[in-house]
């Protein structure tokens, strides 16, 4: 018992060390140089300008996390789930999420006691910038920064964007406004989805002209503005993905009344979000990504129940909630 509890505990405290050996292993560029073919340490050490000792380390690692196949001759070979999520090009990499993890969200979670200890944002300790009235200051703090955190956005949308926006039928709504959308990988899945519906992206202006400097797709139109003070576009839906849970309760509320004017006659917002159990016990994705919320931003996840009291409070008393499966689900909020 007494080993077998000790286990558990050192694979919880070692826990850390794990993620690290993944987002090292990413930005070194392993994964892309096994996805070229069977190599060795000593070949990616040199390609890479790298420690043979500690390439060779790193890779034997990533062979024991499943990450790299390890074959007799010492070779290394990417496992599916590396071809999958963490070579560059590939359709459902997730390349940028986990490089944004690995840097401003892991340095954060570093303060996570300072975080609970006073149940505030810890960017100023750990990244130098306060941000108390608008985390979006530190989120967006250098150009590069920024890209890398709204290419996430994408990766995330391109994998499961497609089953938040087919839990609800979108069809009947004839303009689709994705509030705080950023690049718009999202509203280029609805207007995929929905070919007959016009779908726009409002967000900050100079989120909007970075998106449409690289390129966005077609079938998108961009707004910029500030969706707290700008007069904000009409529309048949507008979708909140992945927005409230910065917030606080007040400015959510504060948010859903502004949306709820903008709306035309039958109009909704479709509201998606990792949505808590009831009683907010789970699931552990969930809390640790409220624990990140804490330490980055001004809000949390909430449960079902309380993202229905609060669009009540904004007038959008109509309120059904879906869980379509994967880490977001989806309401749908409505007079």
């Known amino acids: 018992m007494a080993d077998r509890g000790f286990g558990v505990v050192m694979e919880l405290a070692q826990g850390f060390m794990a993620s690290q050996v993944l987002f090292a292993a990413l930005e070194l560029g392993v994964f892309d140089a096994a996805a070229r073919g069977p190599t060795d340490a000593d070949a990616v050490a040199r390609e890479s300008g790298l420690s043979p000792r500690g390439t060779r380390l790193l890779m034997d690692a990533c062979a024991r996390l499943g990450l790299l196949r390890a074959g007799p001759d010492g070779s290394f070979t990417n496992t599916a789930l590396s071809s999958a999520f963490l070579v560059s090009g590939s359709p459902l990499s997730q ?40 985390p979006f200051a530190a989120i967006y703090r250098t150009e590069a920064e920024r890209s890398l955190f709204t290419r996430g956005l994408q990766e995330t949308w391109s994998l499961c964007g497609g089953r938040v926006l087919t839990t609800f039928d979108l069809a009947a709504f004839g303009v689709i406004c994705d509030v705080g959308g950023g690049a718009g990988a999202l509203a280029q899945e609805a207007a995929r989805l929905y070919p007959g519906s016009a779908v726009s992206v409002f967000d900050l202006p100079d989120v909007v002209a970075a998106a449409q400097e690289e390129g966005a797709g077609p079938g998108v139109s961009f707004l910029g503005g500030d969706f707290f003070r700008s007069r904000l576009p009409r529309a048949d839906l507008f979708v909140l993905a992945r ?81 379509p499966g994967g880490p977001y689900d989806a309401m749908m909020v409505r007079r």
């Open 95 to 134: 390349r940028c999420t986990l490089l944004y993890l690995a840097g401003t969200t892991y340095r954060c979670w570093g303060h996570l006691a300072d975080g609970v200890r006073e149940g505030r944002s810890q960017y100023a300790r750990a990244v130098g910038v306060a941000a108390e009235d608008d």
């Open 243 to 323: 927005v409230l849970h910065d917030w606080g309760d007040a400015d959510c509320v504060r948010l859903l009344r502004r949306l709820r004017r903008a709306l035309r006659p039958g109009g909704a917002v479709l509201l998606v979000e990792a949505v808590l159990t009831p009683g907010g016990a789970g699931p552990l994705r969930t809390l640790l990504l409220s624990l990140t919320m804490l330490l980055q931003t001004r809000g949390r996840e909430r449960t079902g129940a309380e993202y229905r009291d609060m669009a009540a409070r904004a007038g959008l008393d109509r309120f059904r909630l879906r869980r």
